[in-house]
């Protein structure tokens, strides 16, 4: 866990003002879910490639997904 802290120590008899600012990380934050994250933030990247914004090619993945689905459920049905 990283503690930062800013500010310092009012100078003078009378002084004007002061401040200090205490920072305490938050360590799920900062080594779990940042990193998670970027990793799917990374991936999502990779996948832009099947993206090209025309229906007919989305229309096609839905069918081949479909497929697939219908296939491995009915692969499930017959070892039984």
Do not use: C, N
């Not at 360590?27 to 229906?55: D, N, S, T």
């Amino acid at each position: 866990m990283q503690i930062r802290t800013a500010g310092g120590l009012p100078e003078g008899i009378f002084p004007a003002e002061a401040h200090f600012e205490k920072h305490v990380g938050d360590m799920a934050g900062e080594r779990l879910l940042v990193p998670a994250w970027r990793r799917f933030l990374h991936a999502a990247h990779h996948l832009r490639v099947i993206q090209h914004g025309r229906m007919q090619l989305y229309l096609v993945y839905i069918l081949a997904t479909l497929v697939a689905l219908v296939l491995w459920q009915l692969s499930g049905a017959m070892r039984r």
